[in-house]
C-alpha cells in the first residue's frame, strides 16, 4: 500500500535553511504536494512538485525530487518565525479517484 | 471569495449524542473530502464524493455518515457508534479534472465531554 514518511520535528534559527524530508512508496503517484499548517487551522497548499520533474524552486523555497530513492525534500531559505508550523508531504496516485496518502506532518519550531 | 467554509470552529458533544459538521465551497469543485486529524498520526481519509448524490468510504468511515444533496455541501454527521470522536475534522475539496490540489477548509475541534 502507499506509505508517506516524516520525521516529527525541526528546530532551526531565525535565518538559516530549514530542510523537511519526505519518503514515499508509490511508485506510481502523479503529483508530489508540500502544505503546511499553522495552528488551529486548514492546510494551505504551499507548493508541489510533478513526478518528472527533478526540481522545482518557488521563492524561498525549493522542492527536490528522488524518484529513484523515492525521496521528497522541501528546504526553506533564510527561515523566518512566520514559517513555523506543521509541513506535511502528500501524494496523489491517479486513477479512480484522486487519492491522497498525507504524511504524519513536520513540525517547524523557528527560534528568533 | 472563493473558498471552503466550516462551522462550527469548536464543538462541544456529550457522549451518546450524533453532531453534524458543516462544510461549504463556492469553488464548483466536484469533488470533496473529509479528514480526521489526530496529534501524530496525520490526516486520515473519512469519506469523499466525486459527484453529487455520490460518496464513498475512506479509510476510517466508521461510526460517520455524510450526504451529498448539492455541490456545494457535504455534511459530516459523528454518530454515537463513533468511539472515539474527539479530533480535528478538515473538509476539502477539489475539481474532477485535471487539477488534483485538494484546497481545505479551516477546521472544526471536536470535543467530546
Known amino acids: 500500500g502507499e506509505d508517506v514518511e516524516q520525521s516529527l520535528f525541526l528546530s532551526v534559527r531565525e535565518g538559516d535553511s530549514s530542510v523537511i524530508n519526505c519518503t514515499y512508496t508509490d511508485s506510481s503517484s502523479t503529483y508530489l504536494y508540500w502544505y503546511k499548517q499553522e495552528p488551529g487551522a486548514g492546510l494551505q497548499l504551499l507548493t508541489y512538485?510533478?513526478?518528472?520533474?527533478d526540481m522545482k524552486q518557488d521563492q524561498r523555497l525549493t522542492v527536490l525530487l528522488n524518484k529513484k530513492d523515492k525521496h521528497l525534500s522541501l528546504r526553506i531559505a533564510d527561515t523566518q518565525t512566520g514559517d513555523s508550523a506543521i509541513y506535511f508531504c502528500?501524494?496523489?496516485?491517479?486513477?479512480?479517484?484522486?487519492?491522497?496518502?498525507f504524511g504524519i506532518g513536520t513540525k517547524l519550531q523557528v527560534i528568533p | 471569495d472563493g473558498g471552503i467554509t466550516q462551522s462550527p470552529k469548536y464543538l462541544f458533544r456529550k457522549e451518546g449524542q450524533n453532531v453534524t459538521l458543516s462544510c461549504e465551497q463556492n469553488l464548483n469543485h466536484d469533488a470533496m473530502y473529509w479528514y480526521r486529524q489526530d496529534p501524530g498520526q496525520g490526516l486520515r481519509l473519512i469519506y469523499y464524493?466525486?459527484?453529487?448524490?455520490?460518496?464513498q468510504k475512506g479509510d476510517i468511515a466508521e461510526g460517520y455518515s455524510v450526504s451529498r444533496e448539492k455541490k456545494e455541501s457535504f455534511p459530516l454527521t459523528v454518530t454515537s457508534a463513533q468511539k472515539n470522536p474527539t479530533a480535528f475534522y478538515l473538509c476539502?475539496?477539489?475539481?474532477?479534472?485535471?487539477?488534483?490540489?485538494?484546497?481545505f477548509g479551516p477546521g472544526t475541534r471536536l470535543t467530546v465531554l
Open positions: 502528500a501524494e496523489i496516485h491517479s486513477g479512480g479517484y484522486q487519492k491522497v496518502t
Open positions: 464524493s466525486q459527484i453529487v448524490n455520490d460518496f
Open positions: 476539502a475539496s477539489s475539481a474532477s479534472q485535471g487539477d488534483n490540489e485538494q484546497f
Open positions: 512538485i510533478f513526478s518528472n520533474m
